[in-house]
RNA sequence: GGCCAGUUGGUGAAGUGGCUUAACACACUACCCUUUCACGGUAGCAUUCACGGAUUCGAAUUCCGUACUGGUCACCA
């Protein structure tokens, strides 16, 4: 060993520590923070992002603080971004960010900024993390340099073993303090380490204190107590080189000057953490919206758990789509749960998207919540009632491409009958409500449809009970009097008339009156016509009905009940 | 186990010391409207805010304790 060399041992940096690590990088964080300058936004505008990991998953809690972030974005005129959080390349999915895509457009919830493969939409990309390597090294290079991070070679079986006695001496577990072996090695042994291979992390030295508290600030909870931080996590791993969530995500939302983070609760714990790097970079800290979790009660316990992929279909998006609620319900229902303010204030403005109103992250149950579905059904078959019928026509035409096409091919080539049926009490004032959601929509209105009802004979009368039938040659002489009318008024007293003549009262209440006067009343009448022409005992307002058959119609399927009932 | 949070009807919840005999909505029940169903209308549905104590003239609301529930303690996000 020569004089030079020797010297040079012996004046070994973190300089000299970083520059081992990381020979490549030659941009320092300045220059990061003059690529991706503040957005140029006015007082009150928000940031705000989706940043799923590419399952290509998106739950109903994904979708619930998506909502939000949308709301809070669009509201204040700012930007909505969708990060690819792919740091594990283990959990990733082929297409993930399509599918994401895909049901974020399906819900309305486009990103503002976005990036698909090589495709970048946005002045603050790579929007997807596995393409921010030189970013975030860069940023580790500097935490090295100002001595706020460092290379740990503990193994996994040198962790486990820590975490064990840790568990037995019944302290803290983790990688902090005494524990944090790696944390003082000398940058000599280190370097050493490394230029003899030794696979490494990189962890964030923390200053912290575990028995000093400090108090964070949550737009939904409030005033929290925390612990500070004092654990030494990784920020690199060993094998890719790319870095934690927890290191990634802080880097991210701060570059991509994002000013408002929405996310489950579950990452209330970590927020001393994440903080505390913030800090070590001298950052302002977003503010946090930690939401409450969607919670499920258990059949078999009682209890309140956290809804889960596994026991609870509804968890998935997809569980939505396959049943046809539009995606606005799914939406509302969400709002309502965010604010349950909502709902009055989408009665007062009508005519305003959700995307107007104003969401308020204190007026959010602290507490997590149950999702309701029949409150779901509820909004849903509101929210139909208010469509037009090509509105109507169109949403089921959609479901049905995919779920139903035998369905969706005779709503295409009878379109004319289908909208005619759709328009039935709909379009005006108090709309009937009976469509909960696209796939239910056939079962109610299939007998409307020639080939299905003269298809089924099976089932086409199953339902019927006898008793409640008047004579069928009374029917007849109905039907061979029966004329078209414009109005349902009209076409009443038509029939009203025809009751009286065969002495039938004219309404059920007169006939109560005195029931030994009348064979029966109007309504029976009524009854039986709606058991031969629908097949069910339940039908919408049997005037539209008629309509919509005609007279043609009407003979064809009361010849058709004649030869049913003879069999 | 440590740390953090939560607990108001079957459900989502309002409520931040007196205006609360606890809003509103879903569900449920009854009645009304009505040719059936749905819609719509009216009424009912927590004498009490997990429990115990304290502060106060006064507490669902403040404080302390207990119980229960949830979250979190990975080179996963």
Same mark, same amino acid.
């Given at each position: 060993m020569d004089a030079f060399s020797y010297k040079k041992e012996v004046f070994m940096t973190n300089h000299d520590l970083a520059e081992l690590i990381f020979p490549n990088i030659t941009k320092t964080i300045d220059d990061y923070e003059k690529q991706y300058p503040e957005r140029n936004l006015g007082e009150g505008v928000k940031v705000t992002r989706f940043a799923p990991s590419p399952t290509g998953f998106i739950h109903i809690g994904n979708l619930l603080s998506t909502v939000i972030d949308y709301v809070l974005a669009k509201n204040s005129n700012g930007i909505f971004y969708l990060r690819n959080e792919d740091t594990d390349k283990a959990r990733e999915k082929e297409n993930a960010v399509d599918l994401i895509m895909k049901t974020l457009s399906?819900?309305?919830?486009?990103?503002?900024?976005?990036?698909?493969?090589?495709?970048?939409?946005?002045?603050?990309?790579?929007?997807?993390?596995?393409?921010?390597?030189?970013?975030?090294?860069?940023?580790?290079?500097?935490?090295?340099?100002?001595?706020?991070?460092?290379?740990?070679?503990?193994?996994?079986?040198?962790?486990?073993?820590?975490?064990?006695?840790?568990?037995?001496?019944?302290?803290?577990?983790?990688?902090?303090?005494?524990?944090?072996?790696?944390?003082?090695?000398?940058?000599?042994?280190?370097?050493?380490?490394?230029?003899?291979?030794?696979?490494?992390?990189?962890?964030?030295?923390?200053?912290?204190?575990?028995?000093?508290?400090?108090?964070?600030?949550?737009? *939904?909870?409030?005033?929290?107590?925390?612990p500070m931080n004092d654990q030494d996590v990784p920020i690199m791993k060993s094998d890719n080189q790319l870095p934690t969530y927890h290191f990634a995500h802080i880097v991210d939302d701060h570059l991509m000057r994002t000013t408002h983070v929405v996310r489950g609760e579950e990452w209330l714990s970590s927020v001393p953490l994440h903080i505390e790097l913030f800090q070590a970079f001298g950052w302002k800290v977003p503010k946090y919206i930690h939401?409450?979790?969607?919670?499920?009660?258990?059949?078999?316990?009682?209890?309140?758990?956290?809804?889960?992929?596994?026991?609870?279909?509804?968890?998935?998006?997809?569980?939505?789509?396959?049943?046809?609620?539009?995606?606005?319900? *799914?939406?509302?229902?969400?709002?309502?749960?965010?604010?349950?303010?909502?709902e009055e204030w989408h009665q007062q403005h009508p005519d305003l998207k959700f995307t107007s109103f104003p969401f308020s992250p204190k007026k959010m149950s602290t507490s997590g919540a149950y999702f309701d579905l029949e409150k779901l059904d509820h909004l849903s078959k509101n929210y139909i009632s208010t469509l037009t019928k090509e509105e109507v026509y169109q949403g089921v035409l959609s479901w049905t491409k995919k779920y139903d096409p035998s369905f969706h091919k005779?709503?295409?080539?009878?379109k004319e009958r289908s909208l005619a049926i759709f328009n039935i009490e709909r379009e005006q004032k108090k709309p009937r409500k009976d469509f909960i959601n696209w796939s239910?929509?056939?079962?109610?209105?299939?007998?409307?449809?020639?080939?299905?009802?003269f298809e089924d004979y099976e089932k086409t009368y199953q339902d019927l009970t006898e008793e409640e039938e008047i004579e069928m040659d009374l029917l007849k002489a109905y039907i061979d009097s029966y004329q078209e009318k414009e109005s349902e008024s009209e076409w009443f007293e038509d029939i009203k008339n025809f009751a009286i003549h065969h002495n039938y009262a004219p309404s059920p209440k007169i006939y109560q009156e005195d029931p030994t006067l009348y064979k029966g009343h109007v309504g029976m009448i009524c009854e039986t016509l709606r058991h031969v022409i629908t097949g069910k005992k339940e039908s919408p307002n049997l005037f539209q009905i008629l309509k919509i058959i005609g007279k043609e119609g009407l003979i064809k399927r009361f010849e058709f009940f004649q030869k049913q009932n003879l069999k």
């Open positions: 399906h819900y309305d919830l486009f990103p503002d900024e976005y990036q698909i493969e090589e495709e970048i939409h946005g002045e603050y990309g790579p929007y997807i993390q596995s393409k921010r390597k030189e970013i975030y090294h860069t940023f580790i290079k500097y935490l090295i340099e100002i001595g706020r991070a460092y290379p740990c070679f503990c193994t996994k079986e040198i962790l486990e073993e820590t975490r064990n006695s840790q568990e037995t001496d019944k302290v803290r577990t983790g990688y902090y303090g005494n524990y944090a072996f790696c944390r003082n090695l000398t940058i000599e042994e280190q370097i050493q380490r490394i230029k003899r291979g030794d696979p490494y992390v990189i962890r964030f030295k923390s200053l912290g204190d575990f028995e000093k508290k400090f108090i964070f600030n949550d737009l *939904v909870k409030g005033k929290i107590e925390l939401i409450p979790l969607l919670l499920k009660k258990d059949e078999e316990t009682g209890n309140a758990r956290k809804i889960s992929k596994r026991k609870d279909p509804e968890f998935s998006m997809s569980y939505y789509e396959e049943k046809g609620y539009p995606s606005l319900a *799914v939406i509302e229902a969400l709002m309502t749960i965010a604010n349950s303010n909502y005779l709503l295409k080539s009878e239910g929509v056939k079962n109610q209105i299939s007998y409307l449809y020639d080939s299905y009802f």
